[in-house]
């Protein structure tokens, strides 16, 4: 079996989307599968070096990465030429075998859905969002999302199989299309060499990666961090733009503690997991309880810290459960005095915290990208098995 992954996303773009794309690829490939990424052209670079100075991945002779650029349609970035591109490859894999082809683009769901009734191909649709139903929304909804609705009600019934990142969200969708098969695959954790805790330990960093969205607890971070602060604790954040970077900077100087806290906006992969690897202590997944968080959700820095065997800290809600499992070290959403509380008694404790980190690294090794990959694989192999 071939795999073709489509994202639309350009090579080396800031933040997960592109990334998680990437090693979704990968991990196909290292498990042996002939794997074809198409993605946005981006910078002019070489790949090869890319993947390893840029992804922190290293080139699987199975994966051939197709960097295309976009076009461009009344003065804006269009994805034609990525589709077009990955279709024609997808025609010429079939006709030779079996091609299970990936997307998580609504942009590219019309040609899911027409591809899966071609020979020698299954089509999946990989989840990120509840768009098939807008009802839990206590906002205004926007029309881009209304039209996302439509495209998945009409065209969802028409592939192979949904891919879904959380067990609730594989229960919504298994509620709205019975009959379309589903998979709960989480994202992956990719598990570096392991260093010594107690070095770890001694590092006294809280670490926080992804978005700056206050949804994501960014606030409820930026106030621990001056109690942190005060406990002799850092608190680094990585993640969001420039704009995001400079309140939580201006905050510290503000209380003197510029020292202690520091900010930066999203840096390539492989420069966030040597920071990672370098003096990470702790990882902060403190999402606040919406229902997107709740339900909808997988949460990538938690993956990043379990990589690492580093202990995390979270709010216990079903997203974050599904990744940290029993290894977290779950708080109130808004209980900032707890959470001080928590680090702390962790970072003071070299037993305690040794234990945590074994704990992390054993969760690791169960959720790992090549597992997705594998598990992805039986899921596609069991859709050839039917009758389309």
Same mark, same amino acid.
């Given at each position: 079996?071939?795999? @073709?992954?489509?994202?639309?996303?350009?090579?080396?773009?800031?933040?997960?989307?592109?990334?998680?794309?990437?090693?979704?690829?990968?991990?196909?490939?290292?498990?042996?599968? +002939?794997?074809?990424?198409?993605?946005?052209?981006?910078?002019?670079?070489?790949?090869?070096?890319?993947?390893?100075?840029?992804?922190?991945?290293?080139?699987?002779?199975?994966?051939?990465?197709?960097?295309?650029?976009?076009?461009?349609?009344?003065?804006?970035? #269009?994805?034609?030429?990525?589709?077009?591109?990955?279709?024609?490859?997808?025609?010429?894999?079939?006709?030779?075998?079996?091609?299970?082809?990936?997307?998580? *683009?609504?942009?590219?769901?019309?040609?899911? &859905?027409?591809?899966?009734?071609?020979?020698?191909?299954?089509?999946?649709? *990989?989840?990120?969002?509840?768009?098939?139903?807008?009802?839990?929304? #206590?906002?205004?909804?926007?029309?881009?999302?209304?039209?996302?609705?439509? @495209? +998945?009600?009409?065209?969802?019934?028409?592939?192979?199989?949904?891919?879904?990142?959380?067990?609730?969200? +594989?229960?919504?969708?298994?509620?709205?299309?019975?009959? @379309?098969?589903?998979?709960?695959?989480?994202?992956?954790?990719?598990?570096?060499? *392991?260093?010594?805790?107690?070095?770890?330990?001694?590092?006294?960093?809280?670490?926080?990666?992804?978005?700056?969205?206050?949804?994501?607890?960014?606030?409820?971070?930026?106030?621990?961090?001056?109690?942190? &602060?005060?406990?002799?604790?850092?608190?680094?954040?990585?993640?969001?733009?420039?704009?995001?970077?400079?309140?939580?900077?201006?905050?510290?100087?503000?209380?003197?503690?510029?020292?202690?806290?520091?900010?930066?906006?999203?840096?390539?992969?492989? &420069?966030?997991?040597?920071?990672?690897?370098?003096?990470?202590?702790?990882? @902060?997944?403190?999402?606040?309880?919406?229902?997107?968080?709740?339900?909808?959700?997988?949460?990538?820095?938690?993956?990043?810290?379990?990589?690492?065997?580093?202990?995390?800290?979270?709010?216990?809600?079903?997203?974050?459960?599904?990744?940290?499992?029993?290894?977290?070290?779950?708080?109130?959403?808004?209980?900032?005095?707890?959470?001080?509380?928590?680090?702390? &008694?962790?970072?003071?404790?070299?037993?305690?915290?040794?234990?945590?980190?074994?704990?992390?690294?054993?969760?690791?090794?169960?959720?790992?990208?090549?597992?997705?990959?594998?598990?992805?694989?039986?899921?596609?192999?069991?859709?050839?098995?039917?009758?389309?």
């Amino acid at each position: 079996m071939n795999i @073709v992954w489509v994202n639309k996303c350009k090579w080396r773009s800031s933040g997960p989307i592109v990334n998680v794309g990437v090693h979704n690829a990968h991990s196909f490939a290292s498990i042996g599968l +002939e794997t074809d990424l198409f993605v946005g052209g981006g910078p002019a670079t070489e790949t090869t070096a890319d993947l390893a100075d840029f992804y922190s991945l290293d080139q699987p002779p199975g994966l051939h990465i197709h960097r295309i650029a976009r076009g461009q349609s009344m003065g804006m970035d #269009e994805s034609g030429p990525i589709y077009q591109a990955a279709r024609q490859r997808i025609f010429q894999l079939a006709k030779t075998g079996p091609v299970a082809v990936f997307s998580r *683009e609504p942009g590219f769901l019309f040609s899911l &859905a027409r591809l899966r009734y071609r020979r020698n191909i299954r089509t999946f649709y *990989e989840l990120h969002d509840f768009y098939s139903d807008l009802s839990w929304h #206590e906002r205004k909804v926007p029309f881009s999302f209304h039209r996302k609705k439509w @495209v +998945e009600r009409a065209l969802l019934p028409h592939v192979s199989g949904l891919v879904c990142i959380t067990r609730d969200q +594989e229960k919504f969708y298994q509620r709205l299309f019975p009959r @379309v098969p589903t998979i709960y695959a989480p994202l992956g954790t990719k598990p570096f060499p *392991e260093t010594d805790p107690e070095v770890k330990r001694r590092a006294r960093t809280v670490f926080y990666v992804g978005h700056m969205h206050g949804m994501k607890g960014v606030a409820f971070l930026r106030q621990a961090s001056l109690g942190l &602060a005060r406990a002799g604790i850092r608190t680094e954040f990585w993640g969001g733009g420039e704009k995001d970077t400079r309140p939580i900077l201006k905050a510290a100087s503000d209380a003197g503690l510029q020292s202690w806290i520091s900010a930066v906006p999203f840096q390539p992969p492989k &420069a966030m997991h040597d920071a990672l690897a370098d003096r990470a202590s702790l990882g @902060v997944v403190m999402l606040a309880d919406t229902f997107y968080n709740r339900h909808l959700t997988c949460p990538v820095k938690a993956l990043d810290y379990l990589s690492h065997g580093i202990p995390a800290l979270g709010t216990d809600i079903p997203s974050v459960r599904d990744i940290l499992s029993d290894t977290g070290h779950y708080l109130p959403e808004n209980d900032t005095a707890a959470f001080v509380a928590q680090a702390t &008694a962790l970072l003071d404790d070299p037993t305690a915290y040794a234990q945590a980190a074994t704990a992390s690294r054993s969760r690791c090794a169960t959720i790992t990208w090549p597992k997705r990959a594998e598990s992805l694989h039986r899921f596609a192999l069991a859709q050839f098995e039917k009758k389309t």
